[in-house]
């Protein structure tokens, strides 16, 4: 048996790694942990509720708008009220270019680098050689698409500022709807980028994704796990929030169900925080770091759904709206992203048709003295759930359920792997000096573990570490 450390996993940081365990060319086991802790959950403690849209925004750079929307509808949820039309439809389309933005970098930065064959010059080298598929045509075709998503990417993330007045940490998002009204002018060059954004979409990202899994067709057999996934629902039709375009669900075995958030539970005996007398629930969750635990390896906490590891992201999403419903493979998430991104951008554009020049915003409201708030959304990655208690005006309690929370998270209470430890079960390895397929496998996910872990140590039993 052989032993083999990835890390970083997201070619952005290093705050997360992967410890597997290889027999006879096949991974047996597999440990993922979070290695970093900043505490934004204590950070909250006393502070203004309306203050949360903005410092959790500062969990993650490349998906802070949904922590500020979801901030916002739990304080929305704890002081009964809901935002103008206008500022739901504003609310949206910062969101969807957020969304564009991620996944068109994650499909060209972060993926697509497994499998081309790039040119022989920083930052390509050192890297992976082997197993690269694609005909130089078609592989010289994508890796121009890549430099050109660089571009398109830069256009989303225009997009956002357009309307949330920078990015990342956008500040048009807030408790009570949206903070600018949007002029002529502003609506024109956002539709314009836009329309550039689903072009590109439209001509090369889906066709790339295309040609890359008719190359790599093996991958629709990697990667695989039980059919379990969740999603919380993902931009509001209306201000009353009566549905979402992505609508919310858990799936168990292939069945779809209601979602019921009592269900909900944390577990945290492979995690660094202190023992408690069973799982909890976020509405009543704790954060007590304890680093020295006995059999911890990660600060990522383990949700469960139902006692469930649950998996989630765009083919979650997909697959609970029934617009894709071929398989749950390392492929078929990669495929699910860029099909979403083309979703995203055409309803983007009907939203653009429903603003209304002179249409409310806000609503004004008094922050509630005692309340409580839950604020849920879909996400990049997949389901995000802010969990607010307010007491005497200030924030008494405040709980965050990342994404990356669920695919990433390691055992739990009953010694259960995670959804990305469930994938990595029986993958082949065709070279373990150059273990290509771990990070195919775990890139798919699109791991963003700076949003569920935050503190670091320089002590490590980690071993061999390969980039």
């Given amino acids: 048996m052989k032993k083999i450390v990835i890390g970083p996993l997201t070619r952005a940081n290093n705050s997360c790694a992967v410890e597997v365990t290889v027999e006879d060319k096949k991974v047996v086991d597999a440990r993922c942990s979070g290695i970093f802790f900043r505490g934004f959950e204590l950070i909250l403690q006393g ?5 949360a849209a903005y410092l959790t925004e500062r969990i993650c750079g490349i998906c802070s708008s949904l922590h500020g929307a979801a901030a916002s509808y739990a304080l929305e949820d704890a002081a009964g009220i809901r935002p103008p ?6 609310r949206n389309l910062i969101i969807g270019a957020d969304m564009l933005q991620n996944h068109i970098r994650h499909q060209y930065l972060f993926s697509l680098v497994d499998y081309l064959t790039l040119p022989e010059r920083a930052p390509f080298v050192p890297g992976y050689t082997k197993d690269k598929r694609l005909k130089k045509k078609k592989n010289d075709a994508m890796v121009q698409n890549m430099y050109l998503a660089l571009e398109i990417s830069r256009l989303a993330h225009e997009m956002v500022a357009l309307l949330g007045g920078k990015a990342p940490f956008p500040h048009g998002i807030l408790a009570g709807g949206a903070t600018v009204p949007p002029s002529a002018d502003v609506v024109m060059n956002f539709r314009s980028k836009l329309q550039k954004i689903n072009r590109f979409i439209q001509s090369q990202m889906v066709p790339d994704v295309y040609i890359l899994a008719e190359a790599y067709s093996d991958y629709f057999e990697l990667g695989q796990r039980t059919p379990n996934m969740l999603e919380y629902g993902l931009f509001p039709c209306t201000e009353q929030d009566r549905g979402r375009y992505f609508p919310g669900g858990a799936m168990l075995n292939g069945q779809i169900q209601k ?3 009592a269900l909900i539970k944390e577990h945290t005996a492979r995690s660094w ?3 408690e007398s069973g799982p909890r629930n ?3 969750g704790q954060t007590v770091p304890e680093r020295e635990k006995e059999d911890a390896y990660s600060w990522i906490k383990a949700p469960r759904y139902s006692g469930v590891p649950l998996e989630g992201g765009p083919l979650a999403r ?11 493979s390392t492929m078929d998430r990669m495929i699910a992203r860029a099909l979403e991104a083309q979703k995203i951008g055409a309803l983007m554009e009907s939203w653009l048709d429903e603003l209304e020049p002179e249409g409310r915003i806000f609503v004004p409201f008094e922050v509630p003295k005692n ?5 849920l959304t879909g996400a990049m990655r997949g389901p995000l759930g802010h969990w607010l208690r307010i007491e005497n005006g200030r924030i008494a309690q405040y709980q965050i359920i990342t ?10 209470n009953q010694n259960c792997r995670g959804p990305v430890e469930e994938a990595l079960i029986g993958i082949p390895i065709a070279d373990e000096k150059q273990p290509i397929e771990i990070g195919r496998v775990i890139r798919a996910f699109d791991i963003c573990s700076s949003c569920s872990t935050h503190l670091i140590t320089t002590r490590t039993s980690i071993g061999e570490i390969m980039i």
């Fill in 282 to 284: 976020p509405s009543g």
């Fill in 259 to 261: 979602l019921d958030l």
């Fill in 85 to 90: 039309r206008n500022a739901n439809i504003l």
């Fill in 403 to 412: 994404p990356s929370a669920w695919n990433f998270s390691p055992r739990d």
């Fill in 273 to 275: 925080y202190a023992a």
């Fill in 371 to 375: 309340a409580e708030g839950i604020g």
């Fill in 47 to 51: 502070k203004d509720p309306q203050d």
């Fill in 318 to 328: 997909l697959w609970i709206k029934g617009d894709y419903r071929k398989g749950i």
